[in-house]
Protein backbone atom coordinates (compact mmCIF):
# COMPACT_ATOMS: atom_id res chain seq x y z
CA UNK A 1 0.00 0.00 0.00
CA UNK A 2 1.54 3.03 -1.19
CA UNK A 3 1.85 6.36 1.05
CA UNK A 4 -0.63 8.31 -0.64
CA UNK A 5 -3.41 5.56 -0.35
CA UNK A 6 -2.59 5.97 3.32
CA UNK A 7 -3.17 9.90 3.63
CA UNK A 8 -6.33 9.48 2.01
CA UNK A 9 -7.20 6.82 4.52
CA UNK A 10 -6.27 9.04 7.26
CA UNK A 11 -7.52 12.37 6.35
CA UNK A 12 -11.13 11.15 5.67
CA UNK A 13 -11.28 9.60 9.50
CA UNK A 14 -9.19 12.23 11.01
CA UNK A 15 -11.60 14.88 9.28
CA UNK A 16 -14.72 13.55 9.69
CA UNK A 17 -14.06 12.68 13.61
CA UNK A 18 -12.86 16.29 14.44
CA UNK A 19 -15.94 17.29 11.82
CA UNK A 20 -18.53 15.57 14.05
CA UNK A 21 -17.19 16.95 17.71
CA UNK A 22 -17.92 19.74 16.58
CA UNK A 23 -21.38 19.36 15.49
CA UNK A 24 -22.10 18.20 18.47
CA UNK A 25 -20.19 20.50 20.56
CA UNK A 26 -22.16 23.50 18.72
CA UNK A 27 -25.55 21.89 19.33
CA UNK A 28 -24.86 20.90 23.06
CA UNK A 29 -27.81 22.33 25.54
CA UNK A 30 -26.26 25.01 27.41
CA UNK A 31 -27.19 23.60 30.68
CA UNK A 32 -24.05 21.09 29.49
CA UNK A 33 -23.87 17.50 28.67
CA UNK A 34 -26.12 15.55 30.69
CA UNK A 35 -27.43 11.93 30.06
CA UNK A 36 -30.48 12.32 27.92
CA UNK A 37 -28.04 14.27 25.57
CA UNK A 38 -25.24 12.13 25.34
CA UNK A 39 -27.35 8.26 25.05
CA UNK A 40 -30.34 9.76 23.03
CA UNK A 41 -30.11 13.20 21.49
CA UNK A 42 -32.05 14.84 23.19
CA UNK A 43 -35.40 12.96 22.28
CA UNK A 44 -35.31 15.40 19.69
CA UNK A 45 -34.25 13.65 16.15
CA UNK A 46 -35.85 14.59 13.29
CA UNK A 47 -36.49 13.16 9.94
CA UNK A 48 -33.12 13.52 8.20
CA UNK A 49 -30.85 12.73 11.39
CA UNK A 50 -32.52 9.75 12.37
CA UNK A 51 -32.43 8.47 8.65
CA UNK A 52 -28.98 8.94 8.61
CA UNK A 53 -28.13 7.37 11.98
CA UNK A 54 -30.57 4.24 11.39
CA UNK A 55 -28.63 3.82 8.41
CA UNK A 56 -25.36 4.22 10.24
CA UNK A 57 -26.35 1.49 12.24
CA UNK A 58 -27.70 -1.32 9.79
CA UNK A 59 -25.26 -0.17 7.06
CA UNK A 60 -22.02 -1.32 8.25
CA UNK A 61 -18.95 -3.53 7.44
CA UNK A 62 -21.47 -6.58 7.69
CA UNK A 63 -23.01 -4.95 4.66
CA UNK A 64 -19.36 -3.59 2.95
CA UNK A 65 -16.90 -6.58 3.40
CA UNK A 66 -19.24 -9.37 4.41
CA UNK A 67 -21.60 -9.37 1.73
CA UNK A 68 -18.53 -9.05 -0.81
CA UNK A 69 -17.24 -11.64 0.47
CA UNK A 70 -20.36 -13.74 0.63
CA UNK A 71 -21.08 -13.42 -2.74
CA UNK A 72 -17.86 -14.54 -3.94
CA UNK A 73 -17.69 -17.51 -1.96
CA UNK A 74 -21.47 -18.33 -2.29
CA UNK A 75 -23.76 -16.21 -5.04
CA UNK A 76 -27.13 -16.51 -3.85
CA UNK A 77 -26.53 -16.66 -0.47
CA UNK A 78 -25.59 -12.94 -0.58
CA UNK A 79 -29.36 -11.80 -1.38
CA UNK A 80 -29.94 -11.86 1.99
CA UNK A 81 -28.77 -8.28 2.01
CA UNK A 82 -31.44 -7.84 0.00
CA UNK A 83 -34.13 -8.84 2.66
CA UNK A 84 -33.12 -8.18 5.85
CA UNK A 85 -33.52 -3.92 5.83
CA UNK A 86 -36.93 -4.71 3.67
CA UNK A 87 -38.67 -7.08 6.31
CA UNK A 88 -36.88 -5.03 9.32
CA UNK A 89 -38.83 -1.68 8.28
CA UNK A 90 -41.87 -3.12 7.12
CA UNK A 91 -42.29 -4.77 11.07
CA UNK A 92 -40.26 -1.44 12.11
CA UNK A 93 -43.38 0.45 11.03
CA UNK A 94 -45.42 -1.37 13.34
CA UNK A 95 -43.26 -2.11 16.24
CA UNK A 96 -40.92 0.88 16.56
CA UNK A 97 -43.76 4.12 17.24
CA UNK A 98 -44.79 1.58 19.94
CA UNK A 99 -40.88 1.35 21.33
CA UNK A 100 -41.03 5.14 21.17
CA UNK A 101 -43.93 5.35 23.09
CA UNK A 102 -43.17 3.42 25.97
CA UNK A 103 -39.94 5.33 25.76
CA UNK A 104 -41.36 8.67 25.84
CA UNK A 105 -44.35 7.93 28.54
CA UNK A 106 -41.85 6.45 30.64
CA UNK A 107 -38.87 8.16 30.19
CA UNK A 108 -36.74 5.35 29.16
CA UNK A 109 -33.03 5.23 28.49
CA UNK A 110 -31.75 1.90 27.53
CA UNK A 111 -33.53 -1.60 26.46
CA UNK A 112 -33.47 -3.20 29.74
CA UNK A 113 -35.39 -0.36 31.21
CA UNK A 114 -38.17 -0.87 28.58
CA UNK A 115 -38.16 -4.49 30.25
CA UNK A 116 -37.81 -3.28 33.99
CA UNK A 117 -41.29 -1.13 33.74
CA UNK A 118 -43.32 -3.38 31.65
CA UNK A 119 -42.54 -6.21 33.71
CA UNK A 120 -41.91 -4.39 37.13
CA UNK A 121 -39.05 -6.46 37.57
CA UNK A 122 -35.47 -4.72 38.35
CA UNK A 123 -34.23 -8.58 38.16
CA UNK A 124 -35.34 -9.21 34.44
CA UNK A 125 -34.01 -5.82 33.46
CA UNK A 126 -30.36 -6.58 34.64
CA UNK A 127 -30.62 -10.03 33.28
CA UNK A 128 -31.78 -8.59 30.13
CA UNK A 129 -29.02 -6.26 30.24
CA UNK A 130 -26.47 -8.59 30.22
CA UNK A 131 -27.94 -10.69 27.77
CA UNK A 132 -28.00 -7.71 25.43
CA UNK A 133 -24.48 -6.18 26.64
CA UNK A 134 -23.43 -10.03 24.99
CA UNK A 135 -24.92 -9.89 22.03
CA UNK A 136 -23.49 -6.21 21.47
CA UNK A 137 -19.96 -7.43 22.09
CA UNK A 138 -20.38 -9.95 18.98
CA UNK A 139 -21.46 -6.76 17.20
CA UNK A 140 -18.75 -4.69 18.35
CA UNK A 141 -16.43 -8.16 16.99
CA UNK A 142 -17.58 -7.76 13.05
CA UNK A 143 -16.10 -4.00 13.44
CA UNK A 144 -12.97 -5.06 15.24
CA UNK A 145 -12.53 -7.74 12.34
CA UNK A 146 -12.97 -5.29 9.72
CA UNK A 147 -11.05 -2.64 11.53
CA UNK A 148 -7.97 -4.56 11.61
CA UNK A 149 -8.42 -5.86 7.69
CA UNK A 150 -7.63 -2.57 7.04
CA UNK A 151 -5.13 -1.59 9.11
CA UNK A 152 -3.15 -4.85 8.13
CA UNK A 153 -3.71 -3.25 4.51
CA UNK A 154 -2.28 -0.31 5.15
CA UNK A 155 -0.20 -0.75 7.74
CA UNK A 156 1.57 -4.37 6.01
CA UNK A 157 0.10 -7.80 6.94
CA UNK A 158 3.53 -7.99 9.06
CA UNK A 159 1.29 -6.47 11.73
CA UNK A 160 0.73 -9.30 13.97
CA UNK A 161 -3.42 -9.79 14.20
CA UNK A 162 -3.58 -9.20 17.68
CA UNK A 163 -2.23 -5.92 17.07
CA UNK A 164 -4.21 -4.33 14.38
CA UNK A 165 -7.65 -5.66 16.76
CA UNK A 166 -6.24 -4.05 19.86
CA UNK A 167 -5.35 -0.89 17.88
CA UNK A 168 -8.74 -1.16 16.31
CA UNK A 169 -10.24 -1.42 19.87
CA UNK A 170 -8.28 1.87 21.05
CA UNK A 171 -9.21 3.92 18.27
CA UNK A 172 -13.00 3.05 18.85
CA UNK A 173 -12.62 3.99 22.22
CA UNK A 174 -11.47 7.14 21.97
CA UNK A 175 -14.30 7.86 19.93
CA UNK A 176 -16.94 6.61 22.48
CA UNK A 177 -15.39 8.83 25.11
CA UNK A 178 -15.23 12.21 23.20
CA UNK A 179 -18.81 11.66 21.38
CA UNK A 180 -22.20 11.38 22.10
CA UNK A 181 -25.10 10.36 20.05
CA UNK A 182 -25.10 13.31 18.35
CA UNK A 183 -21.62 13.34 16.64
CA UNK A 184 -22.17 9.81 16.05
CA UNK A 185 -24.99 10.59 14.08
CA UNK A 186 -23.19 13.52 12.50
CA UNK A 187 -20.43 10.82 11.26
CA UNK A 188 -22.73 8.22 10.16
CA UNK A 189 -24.35 10.65 7.78
CA UNK A 190 -20.32 11.26 6.61
CA UNK A 191 -19.60 7.58 6.37
CA UNK A 192 -23.07 6.74 4.24
CA UNK A 193 -21.99 9.42 1.50
CA UNK A 194 -18.72 8.21 1.02
CA UNK A 195 -20.04 4.77 0.80
CA UNK A 196 -22.37 5.54 -1.79
CA UNK A 197 -20.00 7.33 -3.29
CA UNK A 198 -17.30 5.06 -3.04
CA UNK A 199 -20.05 2.16 -4.35
CA UNK A 200 -20.47 4.04 -7.37
CA UNK A 201 -17.15 4.73 -8.45
CA UNK A 202 -16.46 1.03 -7.69
CA UNK A 203 -19.26 -0.20 -9.31
CA UNK A 204 -19.51 1.88 -12.68
CA UNK A 205 -15.76 1.00 -13.42
CA UNK A 206 -15.77 -2.51 -11.97
CA UNK A 207 -16.83 -4.09 -15.08
CA UNK A 208 -13.50 -2.62 -17.13
CA UNK A 209 -11.44 -4.02 -14.37
CA UNK A 210 -12.32 -7.58 -14.96
CA UNK A 211 -12.60 -7.49 -18.75
CA UNK A 212 -16.36 -7.46 -19.04
CA UNK A 213 -18.53 -5.06 -21.05
CA UNK A 214 -20.72 -3.21 -18.67
CA UNK A 215 -22.36 -4.05 -15.23
CA UNK A 216 -25.30 -6.71 -16.77
CA UNK A 217 -21.75 -8.73 -18.54
CA UNK A 218 -20.04 -9.18 -15.12
CA UNK A 219 -23.18 -10.78 -14.32
CA UNK A 220 -23.64 -13.03 -17.31
CA UNK A 221 -19.71 -14.02 -17.23
CA UNK A 222 -19.96 -14.86 -13.71
CA UNK A 223 -22.81 -17.34 -14.23
CA UNK A 224 -21.35 -18.80 -17.51
CA UNK A 225 -18.43 -19.51 -15.51
CA UNK A 226 -20.67 -20.63 -12.31
CA UNK A 227 -23.44 -21.94 -13.47
CA UNK A 228 -25.34 -22.28 -10.00
CA UNK A 229 -24.28 -18.97 -8.69
CA UNK A 230 -27.46 -17.48 -9.18
CA UNK A 231 -29.66 -19.31 -7.63
CA UNK A 232 -29.79 -21.37 -3.85
CA UNK A 233 -27.70 -23.09 -2.66
CA UNK A 234 -25.03 -21.19 -4.73
CA UNK A 235 -21.92 -22.06 -5.54
CA UNK A 236 -21.11 -24.71 -2.06
CA UNK A 237 -23.89 -26.81 -1.88
CA UNK A 238 -22.13 -28.49 1.16
CA UNK A 239 -22.81 -24.92 2.86
CA UNK A 240 -25.89 -25.82 3.61
CA UNK A 241 -27.51 -22.64 2.55
CA UNK A 242 -30.45 -23.39 0.43
CA UNK A 243 -33.92 -21.43 0.67
CA UNK A 244 -34.73 -22.56 4.04
CA UNK A 245 -31.82 -21.13 5.34
CA UNK A 246 -32.65 -18.21 3.40
CA UNK A 247 -35.90 -17.87 4.57
CA UNK A 248 -35.67 -18.19 8.11
CA UNK A 249 -32.01 -16.82 8.42
CA UNK A 250 -34.08 -13.77 6.82
CA UNK A 251 -36.91 -13.50 9.37
CA UNK A 252 -34.55 -14.37 12.18
CA UNK A 253 -32.46 -10.80 11.24
CA UNK A 254 -35.71 -8.81 10.59
CA UNK A 255 -37.45 -10.30 14.42
CA UNK A 256 -34.10 -9.29 15.97
CA UNK A 257 -32.93 -5.94 14.18
CA UNK A 258 -34.61 -3.70 16.63
CA UNK A 259 -34.43 -6.05 19.57
CA UNK A 260 -30.79 -4.79 19.66
CA UNK A 261 -30.27 -2.32 22.32
CA UNK A 262 -28.93 -0.18 20.46
CA UNK A 263 -31.62 0.07 17.87
CA UNK A 264 -34.34 -0.01 20.69
CA UNK A 265 -32.88 2.96 22.13
CA UNK A 266 -31.97 4.95 18.77
CA UNK A 267 -36.24 5.13 19.09
CA UNK A 268 -36.05 6.73 22.27
CA UNK A 269 -34.46 9.57 19.94
CA UNK A 270 -36.71 10.54 17.78
CA UNK A 271 -38.55 13.74 17.65
CA UNK A 272 -42.11 11.77 17.41
CA UNK A 273 -43.43 8.39 16.10
CA UNK A 274 -44.50 9.88 12.75
CA UNK A 275 -40.47 10.70 12.10
CA UNK A 276 -40.30 6.99 12.71
CA UNK A 277 -42.88 5.86 10.49
CA UNK A 278 -42.02 8.39 7.23
CA UNK A 279 -38.24 6.50 7.85
CA UNK A 280 -39.79 3.11 7.49
CA UNK A 281 -40.87 4.36 4.18
CA UNK A 282 -37.80 5.15 2.22
CA UNK A 283 -34.87 3.43 4.24
CA UNK A 284 -35.59 0.03 2.36
CA UNK A 285 -34.78 2.12 -0.67
CA UNK A 286 -31.19 2.31 0.21
CA UNK A 287 -30.90 -1.37 0.26
CA UNK A 288 -30.97 -1.53 -3.66
CA UNK A 289 -27.14 -0.27 -3.01
CA UNK A 290 -26.41 -4.03 -2.19
CA UNK A 291 -26.71 -4.30 -5.79
CA UNK A 292 -23.30 -2.83 -6.62
CA UNK A 293 -21.90 -4.58 -3.06
CA UNK A 294 -22.40 -8.27 -4.97
CA UNK A 295 -21.38 -7.21 -8.30
CA UNK A 296 -18.33 -6.43 -6.95
CA UNK A 297 -18.05 -9.92 -4.86
CA UNK A 298 -19.00 -11.60 -8.56
CA UNK A 299 -16.49 -9.48 -10.07
CA UNK A 300 -13.55 -10.27 -7.74
CA UNK A 301 -14.57 -13.88 -8.80
CA UNK A 302 -14.33 -13.33 -12.22
CA UNK A 303 -11.08 -11.75 -11.59
CA UNK A 304 -9.98 -14.65 -9.42
CA UNK A 305 -9.12 -12.50 -6.71
CA UNK A 306 -7.18 -14.67 -3.69
CA UNK A 307 -7.60 -13.00 -0.55
CA UNK A 308 -4.39 -13.83 2.12
CA UNK A 309 -5.58 -17.19 3.70
CA UNK A 310 -8.39 -17.22 1.71
CA UNK A 311 -10.01 -15.22 4.42
CA UNK A 312 -13.51 -14.12 2.33
CA UNK A 313 -13.95 -10.53 4.65
CA UNK A 314 -10.95 -9.88 2.53
CA UNK A 315 -11.97 -10.07 -0.73
CA UNK A 316 -13.04 -6.68 -1.34
CA UNK A 317 -9.81 -4.67 0.08
CA UNK A 318 -7.52 -7.61 -1.88
CA UNK A 319 -9.74 -7.26 -4.61
CA UNK A 320 -9.36 -2.90 -4.91
CA UNK A 321 -5.73 -3.30 -3.63
CA UNK A 322 -5.15 -5.49 -7.01
CA UNK A 323 -6.62 -3.46 -9.77
CA UNK A 324 -7.31 0.42 -8.38
CA UNK A 325 -4.84 2.83 -8.77
CA UNK A 326 -3.99 4.40 -4.83
CA UNK A 327 -6.49 6.81 -4.36
CA UNK A 328 -9.44 4.40 -4.56
CA UNK A 329 -7.60 2.23 -1.92
CA UNK A 330 -7.19 5.16 0.08
CA UNK A 331 -10.93 6.24 -0.07
CA UNK A 332 -12.16 2.56 0.65
CA UNK A 333 -9.81 2.06 3.27
CA UNK A 334 -11.04 5.34 5.20
CA UNK A 335 -14.80 4.29 4.36
CA UNK A 336 -14.26 0.44 5.75
CA UNK A 337 -12.55 2.74 8.68
CA UNK A 338 -15.82 4.67 9.68
CA UNK A 339 -18.00 1.92 8.52
CA UNK A 340 -17.03 -0.10 11.63
CA UNK A 341 -15.75 3.17 13.87
CA UNK A 342 -18.86 4.74 13.90
CA UNK A 343 -21.50 2.05 14.41
CA UNK A 344 -18.51 0.13 17.04
CA UNK A 345 -18.46 3.25 18.71
CA UNK A 346 -22.29 3.20 19.39
CA UNK A 347 -22.29 -0.36 20.47
CA UNK A 348 -20.03 0.18 22.84
CA UNK A 349 -21.69 3.12 24.01
CA UNK A 350 -25.07 1.29 24.46
CA UNK A 351 -23.50 -1.61 26.46
CA UNK A 352 -21.44 1.14 29.01
CA UNK A 353 -24.61 2.32 29.58
CA UNK A 354 -26.56 -0.25 30.25
CA UNK A 355 -23.72 -1.88 32.48
CA UNK A 356 -24.51 1.08 34.66
CA UNK A 357 -27.76 1.64 34.80
CA UNK A 358 -29.25 -1.91 34.72
CA UNK A 359 -26.74 -3.76 36.37
CA UNK A 360 -24.78 -2.00 38.28
CA UNK A 361 -26.96 0.94 39.90
CA UNK A 362 -29.90 -1.76 41.01
CA UNK A 363 -27.10 -3.58 43.32
CA UNK A 364 -25.76 -0.13 44.83
CA UNK A 365 -26.31 3.73 44.65
CA UNK A 366 -24.16 5.28 41.73
CA UNK A 367 -23.58 8.76 41.40
CA UNK A 368 -23.43 11.07 38.17
CA UNK A 369 -19.72 11.20 38.61
CA UNK A 370 -18.94 7.39 39.24
CA UNK A 371 -21.92 6.58 37.05
CA UNK A 372 -19.77 7.96 34.06
CA UNK A 373 -16.44 6.22 35.45
CA UNK A 374 -18.02 2.90 35.88
CA UNK A 375 -19.44 3.50 32.02
CA UNK A 376 -16.02 3.86 30.51
CA UNK A 377 -14.47 1.54 32.48
CA UNK A 378 -17.19 -1.39 31.68
CA UNK A 379 -16.54 -0.02 27.98
CA UNK A 380 -12.93 -0.79 28.02
CA UNK A 381 -13.53 -4.46 29.36
CA UNK A 382 -16.06 -4.85 26.94
CA UNK A 383 -13.71 -4.11 24.07
CA UNK A 384 -11.02 -6.02 25.59
CA UNK A 385 -13.88 -9.21 25.58
CA UNK A 386 -14.40 -8.00 21.48
CA UNK A 387 -10.70 -8.38 20.67
CA UNK A 388 -10.46 -11.16 22.25
CA UNK A 389 -13.55 -12.93 20.18
CA UNK A 390 -11.83 -11.29 16.94
CA UNK A 391 -8.44 -13.20 17.67
CA UNK A 392 -10.20 -16.61 18.26
CA UNK A 393 -12.87 -16.91 15.21
CA UNK A 394 -12.24 -16.84 11.98
CA UNK A 395 -15.58 -16.95 10.37
CA UNK A 396 -17.32 -14.56 7.96
CA UNK A 397 -18.61 -11.67 8.72
CA UNK A 398 -21.95 -12.85 7.89
CA UNK A 399 -21.74 -16.08 10.04
CA UNK A 400 -20.68 -14.01 12.66
CA UNK A 401 -23.24 -11.54 12.18
CA UNK A 402 -26.02 -14.66 12.08
CA UNK A 403 -24.40 -15.72 15.40
CA UNK A 404 -25.10 -12.26 17.36
CA UNK A 405 -29.16 -11.82 15.46
CA UNK A 406 -29.53 -15.53 17.37
CA UNK A 407 -28.14 -14.33 20.87
CA UNK A 408 -30.53 -11.44 20.32
CA UNK A 409 -33.46 -12.95 19.06
CA UNK A 410 -33.61 -14.24 22.75
CA UNK A 411 -34.82 -10.62 23.79
CA UNK A 412 -37.29 -10.79 21.05
CA UNK A 413 -40.35 -12.38 22.90
CA UNK A 414 -40.09 -9.95 25.87
CA UNK A 415 -40.38 -7.18 23.66
CA UNK A 416 -42.97 -8.57 21.11
CA UNK A 417 -45.52 -10.67 23.99
CA UNK A 418 -44.56 -7.08 25.97
CA UNK A 419 -46.85 -5.31 23.38
CA UNK A 420 -49.22 -7.59 22.23
CA UNK A 421 -49.86 -9.48 25.78
CA UNK A 422 -50.35 -8.43 29.20
CA UNK A 423 -51.15 -11.46 30.40
CA UNK A 424 -46.94 -12.38 30.13
CA UNK A 425 -44.72 -11.94 33.33
CA UNK A 426 -41.26 -11.38 33.90
CA UNK A 427 -40.99 -15.10 34.93
CA UNK A 428 -42.14 -16.75 31.76
CA UNK A 429 -39.88 -14.25 30.22
CA UNK A 430 -37.04 -15.23 32.24
CA UNK A 431 -37.87 -18.83 31.70
CA UNK A 432 -38.28 -18.35 27.35
CA UNK A 433 -34.59 -16.70 27.62
CA UNK A 434 -33.13 -19.82 29.90
CA UNK A 435 -35.16 -22.57 27.14
CA UNK A 436 -34.05 -20.31 23.95
CA UNK A 437 -29.88 -20.06 25.58
CA UNK A 438 -30.09 -23.57 26.08
CA UNK A 439 -31.01 -24.39 22.54
CA UNK A 440 -28.79 -22.21 20.98
CA UNK A 441 -25.52 -22.51 22.85
CA UNK A 442 -26.07 -25.83 24.36
CA UNK A 443 -24.49 -28.29 21.39
CA UNK A 444 -27.12 -31.69 22.58
CA UNK A 445 -29.92 -29.25 22.69
CA UNK A 446 -28.84 -27.17 19.23
CA UNK A 447 -28.53 -30.97 17.38
CA UNK A 448 -31.32 -32.18 18.13
CA UNK A 449 -33.36 -28.66 17.26
CA UNK A 450 -31.08 -29.03 13.71
CA UNK A 451 -32.63 -32.61 13.70
CA UNK A 452 -36.18 -31.64 14.36
CA UNK A 453 -36.30 -28.66 12.14
CA UNK A 454 -33.59 -29.36 9.38
CA UNK A 455 -31.90 -26.29 7.27
CA UNK A 456 -33.41 -24.02 9.72
CA UNK A 457 -31.17 -21.03 10.97
CA UNK A 458 -30.56 -21.96 14.95
CA UNK A 459 -31.34 -18.57 16.02
CA UNK A 460 -34.93 -18.58 14.57
CA UNK A 461 -35.21 -22.04 16.27
CA UNK A 462 -34.34 -21.18 19.18
CA UNK A 463 -36.43 -18.07 19.19
CA UNK A 464 -39.31 -20.41 18.82
CA UNK A 465 -38.72 -22.61 21.80
CA UNK A 466 -38.17 -19.51 23.67
CA UNK A 467 -41.51 -18.02 22.44
CA UNK A 468 -43.56 -21.35 23.05
CA UNK A 469 -42.10 -21.50 26.85
CA UNK A 470 -43.24 -18.21 27.63
CA UNK A 471 -46.48 -19.12 25.90
CA UNK A 472 -47.07 -21.89 27.97
CA UNK A 473 -46.29 -20.46 31.14
CA UNK A 474 -48.39 -17.61 30.88
CA UNK A 475 -51.16 -19.87 29.96
CA UNK A 476 -50.76 -22.79 32.66
CA UNK A 477 -50.14 -19.41 35.40
CA UNK A 478 -53.49 -18.19 37.20
CA UNK A 479 -54.88 -15.08 35.92
CA UNK A 480 -53.58 -12.16 38.01
CA UNK A 481 -56.88 -9.81 39.16
CA UNK A 482 -57.49 -7.37 36.71
CA UNK A 483 -55.80 -3.66 37.96
CA UNK B 1 -50.41 -1.02 30.07
CA UNK B 2 -52.65 1.20 30.62
CA UNK B 3 -51.90 4.07 28.05
CA UNK B 4 -53.09 1.78 25.12
CA UNK B 5 -55.29 4.47 23.83
CA UNK B 6 -52.65 5.73 21.51
CA UNK B 7 -53.49 6.13 17.68
CA UNK B 8 -50.50 3.79 17.11
CA UNK B 9 -52.18 1.11 18.89
CA UNK B 10 -55.01 -0.26 16.91
CA UNK B 11 -54.45 -2.38 14.19
CA UNK B 12 -56.61 -1.35 11.37
CA UNK B 13 -57.74 -3.43 8.17
CA UNK B 14 -55.31 -2.33 5.85
CA UNK B 15 -52.29 -3.12 8.09
CA UNK B 16 -52.96 -6.94 6.49
CA UNK B 17 -51.06 -5.01 3.29
CA UNK B 18 -48.03 -5.35 5.51
CA UNK B 19 -47.81 -8.90 5.43
CA UNK B 20 -47.10 -8.74 1.71
CA UNK B 21 -43.63 -7.92 1.55
CA UNK B 22 -43.05 -11.26 4.06
CA UNK B 23 -44.80 -12.73 1.01
CA UNK B 24 -43.03 -11.22 -1.79
CA UNK B 25 -39.00 -11.60 -0.02
CA UNK B 26 -40.20 -15.12 1.95
CA UNK B 27 -42.42 -17.28 1.08
CA UNK B 28 -42.27 -17.14 -2.39
CA UNK B 29 -38.66 -17.35 -2.13
CA UNK B 30 -38.51 -20.87 -2.83
CA UNK B 31 -40.81 -21.35 -6.11
CA UNK B 32 -38.84 -18.09 -7.32
CA UNK B 33 -35.42 -20.13 -6.93
CA UNK B 34 -36.67 -22.26 -9.57
CA UNK B 35 -37.21 -20.10 -12.21
CA UNK B 36 -34.31 -20.09 -14.67
CA UNK B 37 -35.19 -17.13 -16.66
CA UNK B 38 -32.32 -14.14 -16.63
CA UNK B 39 -33.62 -10.54 -16.96
CA UNK B 40 -30.68 -8.89 -18.45
CA UNK B 41 -28.82 -11.23 -17.86
CA UNK B 42 -29.16 -11.07 -14.01
CA UNK B 43 -30.01 -14.21 -12.01
CA UNK B 44 -34.14 -14.09 -11.39
CA UNK B 45 -33.65 -14.42 -7.83
CA UNK B 46 -31.99 -11.62 -7.15
CA UNK B 47 -34.55 -9.37 -9.16
CA UNK B 48 -37.11 -10.76 -7.21
CA UNK B 49 -35.32 -9.67 -4.01
CA UNK B 50 -34.66 -6.69 -5.39
CA UNK B 51 -38.27 -5.89 -6.74
CA UNK B 52 -39.48 -6.89 -3.65
CA UNK B 53 -37.81 -3.76 -1.62
CA UNK B 54 -40.00 -1.49 -3.95
CA UNK B 55 -42.66 -3.26 -3.36
CA UNK B 56 -42.30 -3.03 0.38
CA UNK B 57 -41.30 0.82 0.34
CA UNK B 58 -44.40 1.14 -2.04
CA UNK B 59 -46.60 -0.66 0.51
CA UNK B 60 -45.26 0.48 3.93
CA UNK B 61 -46.17 4.38 2.12
CA UNK B 62 -49.77 3.57 1.19
CA UNK B 63 -50.14 2.41 4.52
CA UNK B 64 -48.76 4.95 5.76
CA UNK B 65 -50.81 7.58 3.92
CA UNK B 66 -54.14 5.37 5.22
CA UNK B 67 -53.22 5.47 8.41
CA UNK B 68 -53.06 9.49 8.20
CA UNK B 69 -57.07 9.34 6.71
CA UNK B 70 -58.84 10.91 9.87
CA UNK B 71 -61.39 8.29 10.84
CA UNK B 72 -64.82 9.26 12.19
CA UNK B 73 -64.43 7.11 15.28
CA UNK B 74 -60.80 8.11 16.37
CA UNK B 75 -59.87 10.99 18.46
CA UNK B 76 -57.30 13.09 17.52
CA UNK B 77 -53.40 12.00 17.73
CA UNK B 78 -51.48 12.16 21.10
CA UNK B 79 -55.25 13.40 23.03
CA UNK B 80 -54.04 13.03 26.58
CA UNK B 81 -55.95 9.70 28.23
CA UNK B 82 -59.26 11.20 29.89
Sequence with gaps: MTASALLIAGSIVALTVIASLWYAARHR?????NLDEWAVGGRRFGTWIFWFVNAGEIYTTFALLGITGYAWAFGAPAYIAFTSVSLACTLGYWLMPRIWHAGRSGGLLTQADYFVQRYQARWLGAVVGIAGIIALIMYVQIQLTA???????????????????????????????????????????IKDVLM???VVILGGTVAAKVGADSMLDVFQRVQQLHPNIGHFPGLDAAAGLDTTWFVTAALNVALGTWIFPHMFQLCFAARDADTIRRNAIWQPLYSLSY????????????????????????????????????????????????LALVPGSLLLLTAGSIFTRNVVAPLREVGERQ???????????????????????????????LAAYGAIGMLAPGVFFGFLWPRTSALAIAAGMAAGYTALWWAPARQLLSTALPGWDSGLAAMLVNALVVAVITLAAPRRPAS | MSETSQDTRTLRAHHALMLLPFIWHLALA?????????????????????AGILVT??????????????????????????
Design chain 1, 29 to 33: SAAGL
Design chain 1, 147 to 189: LSLVFRLTLGSALPAAWASSLAALLMLLFVYLAGLRSAAFAAG
Design chain 1, 196 to 198: LVL
Design chain 1, 291 to 338: FFIILLGFAALLAGTQPEGGNLNAVLLQFVADRYSPWLVGLLAGTVCL
Design chain 1, 371 to 401: AVWIARTAMIVFAACAVLLTLTSNESLVAVG
Design chain 2, 30 to 50: PMINDVRWQPWGLPFAMVWQM
Design chain 2, 57 to 82: SLIIGTVYRLDREPRPDRQPPNDPQP
